[in-house]
C-alpha cells in the first residue's frame, strides 16, 4: 500500500510553528479548501474561492499550509514591494523539493539511495538563488544572470522560437484537429529552453521527465513514496547531466547559456558559484517550461470560450500582446508564491509573527474588483492596470520578458495558420493541473481548418 507523505513544519530554526496572535482560520466550509484539498471542479474554477477570501479574509490562516494565505491586490503588491521585511527563502513553501527533502532525511521509510539523493539536493539549497535568495545575495546573482538574458540573445532566438512553432503546426495541420497542450503548449516551450540550455534532440523526453520531477511538489501537498522515489531519481539525473556539461564548457566554452554563466563577471562580485548555477538551471527550467506551457495553453481557451477575441485579434493582430497581459491576469499561470516575515509585522490589520510563512495570491489578486473594473472579463483595449503575474519589485520575474515574446509568436502563428478553431469536445470539461500554486490545462483537444494561403512562413509579431 502506497503511503502519502505531508511535509511538517520547515526545520529552520527562524520558521516558528506557534503563533502569539488571534487566527482567523480557514474551516472545512471555506471554499478555499476545496481548492486546497484538489477536488477536480475547484482546481477548475477557483475563481470563487479566492472572491469569498478577498471579500470576507482578505487575511487568513491556514492549517494546510502552515501560512497566511493574502488575497486582495493591495496587500499582496505591498508586500512584493519590500524584499527587506518579506524573504524569499521559502518561495515554493513547504512542500518543495527541498522540504521533501528534508522530511526524507528525517525518515527511515525511504532507500538509501532516495537518502543521498536527498542529501545533495539539501546540500545544493543551502546556496538559494534568485527566486529563493534575498538581497544582497540577490542582487548579486541577478546582475550575473542578466549577462546572460541580454535583449540581443533574446533577439537572436525569436527566428529559433518561429521555425519551432512553425515545424509543430506542420505537424498536425493537415490532421484537423489536435491536442493544443500535447501537441503545441508542452513542445514548444519545452524545446525552446532545451536549446537554451544545449540539450540535445535525442534528450528531449528525458528533459521532460526532470521538468516534471522538479514541478511536482509545487501546490501538491500530498506524495505517494514511490512517487517521491523517482521524483529524486530524476532530479538526481539533472544534477548529474548538468554538472558534466558545465566541465565540459569550461574546457570548450561555447555561444550559450552555460557558457555565458561560467563566464559572468562583474567588477567586485564574486563569479557565479556551479552550485548556484545548478540551482539556477532548475529555475529556468520550471519557469522557462512549465508556466509557458501554461499561458500559451490557457490563451488558446480563453480564444476558444471568447470567440469575438479571435476576431478582434484576427482584424488587429498587434492586439495579441494585450491579449497575452489579460491571460496572464485572468489565469495566473503561477497562481501565487510564499514569503517569510524578516520581524513582527501586520498585512490588512491582521498581525504576523516573526518566521511566520505567508501565501501571496497573485491570481486572487488579479481579479480584484478594487483595482480591475469588471474583473473577471477579458479587456484587450489596454485599458487594465498593472497584474501580479510575474511578480513586482526586486524579485519581478527575470524571464518575463521571453515567456511573453514565446506566447506572442505561437498565438499569432496559430490564429494566421489555422482556422475554424473550436473545442472539438465542447460538452466536457477542461481538465487542469492538480496544484493550488500553478494552473494551466493539461489537455485541450481542437478542430481547425487549414489555412492554405498562409503558408508557412510569417513576420514575427511587433
Known amino acids: 500500500m502506497l503511503t502519502e507523505y505531508t511535509l511538517d513544519n520547515p526545520s529552520e530554526e527562524h520558521l516558528m510553528t506557534t503563533c502569539p496572535y488571534t487566527r482567523d482560520s480557514i474551516t472545512p466550509d471555506f471554499p478555499v479548501q476545496r481548492l486546497l484539498d484538489l477536488e477536480d471542479d475547484s482546481v477548475r474554477c477557483p475563481f470563487p474561492a479566492y472572491e469569498h477570501l478577498r471579500n470576507e479574509h482578505p487575511v ?10 493574502v488575497s486582495k491586490y ?4 505591498d508586500v512584493l514591494r519590500d524584499s527587506e521585511l518579506w524573504s524569499n527563502r521559502f518561495a ?16 527511515t521509510e525511504f532507500p538509501s539511495e532516495t537518502h543521498r539523493q536527498a542529501q545533495r539536493r539539501l546540500e545544493l539549497s543551502k546556496f538559494p538563488v534568485l527566486l529563493n535568495s534575498d538581497p544582497p545575495v540577490h542582487k548579486r546573482q541577478r546582475a ?16 529559433e522560437f518561429q521555425r519551432i512553432t512553425d515545424e509543430l503546426i506542420d505537424a498536425f495541420q493537415d490532421a484537423g484537429r489536435a491536442d493544443i497542450v500535447s501537441d ?29 520531477a522538479f514541478t511536482k511538489g509545487v501546490g501538491a501537498l500530498d506524495m505517494p513514496r514511490d512517487e517521491i522515489v523517482d521524483m529524486f531519481a530524476r532530479v538526481d539525473e539533472f544534477y548529474d547531466y548538468f554538472t558534466e556539461q558545465l566541465a565540459i564548457r569550461r574546457a570548450e566554452p ?16 564574486q563569479p557565479l558559484l556551479e552550485a548556484e548555477i545548478l540551482q539556477m538551471l532548475v529555475q529556468f527550467l520550471v519557469a522557462g517550461n512549465e508556466t509557458t506551457t501554461n499561458l500559451i495553453a490557457s490563451t488558446v481557451k480563453t480564444l476558444l470560450e471568447n470567440p469575438e477575441l479571435v476576431a478582434d485579434v484576427r482584424a488587429d493582430p498587434s492586439l495579441v500582446g494585450t491579449l497575452i497581459e489579460e491571460v496572464l491576469r485572468l489565469e495566473s499561470p503561477a497562481q501565487g508564491i510564499f514569503r517569510t516575515a524578516t520581524r513582527d509585522t501586520e498585512i490588512g490589520g491582521q498581525p504576523i509573527a516573526e518566521g511566520e510563512m505567508i501565501f501571496l495570491m497573485y491570481a486572487s489578486g488579479n481579479r480584484d474588483g478594487d483595482f480591475f473594473p469588471e474583473p473577471d472579463e ?37 490564429l494566421r495558420r489555422l482556422d475554424d478553431l473550436a473545442f472539438a469536445n465542447p460538452k466536457e470539461n477542461v481538465p487542469y493541473l492538480p496544484s493550488f500554486a500553478l494552473r494551466g490545462p493539461t489537455s485541450l483537444p481542437v478542430t481547425f481548418t487549414r489555412n492554405a494561403a498562409a503558408g508557412i512562413s510569417g513576420t514575427l509579431p511587433a
Open 60 to 69: 487568513v490562516w491556514s492549517d494546510r499550509l502552515n501560512a497566511w494565505m
Open 74 to 77: 493591495a496587500d499582496i503588491r
Open 92 to 107: 515554493s513553501g513547504r512542500n518543495s523539493v527541498t522540504g521533501l527533502a528534508e522530511k526524507i532525511a528525517n525518515s
Open 144 to 159: 550575473l544572470v542578466a549577462m546572460a538574458f541580454t535583449p540581443r540573445r533574446v533577439k537572436q532566438m525569436e527566428p
Open 184 to 212: 503545441f503548449a508542452v513542445p514548444l516551450p519545452m524545446t525552446v529552453i532545451a536549446r537554451i540550455l544545449g540539450v540535445p534532440h535525442e534528450l528531449m523526453p528525458t528533459f521532460k521527465q526532470w521538468t516534471i
Open 254 to 269: 561555447a555561444d550559450d547559456l552555460l557558457t555565458d554563466l561560467l563566464n559572468a563577471r562583474m567588477d567586485g562580485e
Open 378 to 414: 477579458a479587456e484587450i483595449d489596454g485599458s487594465r492596470g498593472q497584474h501580479l503575474a510575474f511578480g513586482r519589485g526586486e524579485h519581478v520575474c527575470l524571464g518575463a520578458n521571453l515567456a511573453r515574446r514565446e506566447a506572442q509568436i505561437a498565438i499569432t502563428t496559430l
